[in-house]
């Protein structure tokens, strides 16, 4: 059963219940977080004991916030492989290099982590009507996932995103606006609506439970290497739940004893045409601005102002790491050389990482002993 104590400010620290709807915090705006009691956990669980009944996300259920195991809306969601790609590295110089290919989840990407576990949470505390803004994945996800739990659910996203998006928001039965213009303005309107008619919103970082179905990647991470973390982690970085999440996840981690303190150097990469995160993190400011003019084909990379940068940012100062941009180019040639030298079709997010790698490489910020793992968030079939 799950532990869930409540949810809390990471800002101003104020602490919300966690037996009731919360979005994000009343008093600084901030996102919200889950938390849990890790100190009775750790009296009663055991790291070598874990269930074995599900790969997927609930068999940490003790961590995540759904209360009854009868209100889990699943699709068979996590438990994703880890692969040596060791020609790849063999390349680089690289002899760890790993991919955590996320695009053999449901619907296709690591989004299906996430609505798993806010369409349930939502669903348990009374919600029948959805709204999410979203680039494109997200919305299927959210589709799929109402669906499955008998929801309903709007989907607001740029008039330009991939085909293939609208075609299974439409499939699965989600009700589709498209908005003329990027992803915040998606977010603009579907804030809109959601003032107008009371809808429940998904969107990144607007209610607290999302990023609690992402952080399991960090769970599957720690426990694929015996519990000793690697020594980098390579992450494509649009609205940062992903490695908001991770971070999370091995501080959750190191409450209940199952790793030390040693942590990976988070870092997140961020296409040239699109870096507000990398922008910010070489002025070294806290605050990430808006890119205006954002531009890029990785779609779920076109996140002109991220609502939790103050998060991301953190997350990759407290873990000496860095915030990296890549070019359209690179992107293209990791994707093709993941695919013909490894065998692994990724989405175009992740073979940003391959690039970042190979530039991180060649600049000695990447050694040759260290224990690499590259994040491949989406199907690589969905972008073809």
Not at 79 to 97: E, F, V
Not at 209 to 229: C, I, N, P, Q, S
Not at 360 to 365: A, K, T
Request: some cysteine; glycine content about 12%; overall charge positive.
């Amino acid at each position: 059963m799950s532990a869930l104590l409540g949810v809390g400010c990471p800002e101003c620290g104020k602490v919300y219940p966690g037996d009731r709807l919360q979005t994000i915090c009343l008093a600084c705006g901030s996102p919200l977080l889950a938390r849990y009691d890790t100190e009775s956990l750790r009296k009663r669980l055991d790291r070598d004991r874990l269930p074995a009944v599900s790969p997927g996300i609930w068999r940490w259920e003790e961590l995540l916030p759904v209360q009854n195991p009868g209100a889990r809306i699943s699709l068979g969601e996590g438990g994703t492989p880890l692969l040596h790609i060791s020609r790849l590295g063999a390349d680089l110089g690289l002899r760890a290099l790993f991919i955590k290919d996320e695009g053999v989840n449901p619907t296709g990407p690591f989004k299906a982590r996430g609505m798993a576990v806010a369409v349930s949470r939502a669903a348990e505390l009374g919600v029948r009507e959805l709204v999410v803004a979203s680039a494109g994945n997200a919305g299927g996800a959210a589709a799929a996932y109402a669906a499955r739990g008998g929801l309903k659910v709007h989907v607001f996203m740029p008039r330009d995103a991939p085909a293939v998006h609208a075609a299974e928001i439409n499939s699965t039965g989600g009700t589709l606006h498209t908005v003329d213009g990027l992803l915040d303005d998606a977010g603009r309107e579907a804030a809109r609506e959601r003032e107008a008619y009371g809808w429940f919103d998904l969107s990144t970082f607007k209610e607290p439970y999302r990023v609690e179905g992402k952080k399991t990647m960090g769970f599957e991470l720690a426990e694929a290497f015996g519990w000793d973390l690697p020594d980098v982690i390579i992450y494509p970085t649009g609205g940062g739940t992903g490695l908001v999440g991770m971070w999370k996840a091995f501080g959750e981690l190191e409450a209940l004893g199952w790793i030390e303190k040693k942590r990976p150097r988070m870092v997140a990469v961020q296409p040239k045409g699109c870096a507000p995160l990398v922008r910010a993190w070489r002025k070294g400011s806290d605050q990430v601005e808006r890119w205006e003019g954002a531009e890029t084909a990785a779609q779920g990379l076109r996140v002109p102002k991220p609502f939790a940068g103050r998060l991301m940012l953190r997350a990759l100062k407290e873990s000496q790491g860095r915030a990296v941009t890549v070019s359209e180019e690179g992107m293209v040639r990791a994707k093709a050389d993941l695919a013909q030298q490894e065998g692994v079709l990724v989405c175009l997010e992740g073979a940003a990482t391959l690039a970042a790698a190979r530039d991180l490489r060649s600049e000695g910020w990447l050694r040759p002993e260290e224990r690499v793992v590259l994040f491949n968030t989406g199907m690589g079939l969905k972008g073809l």
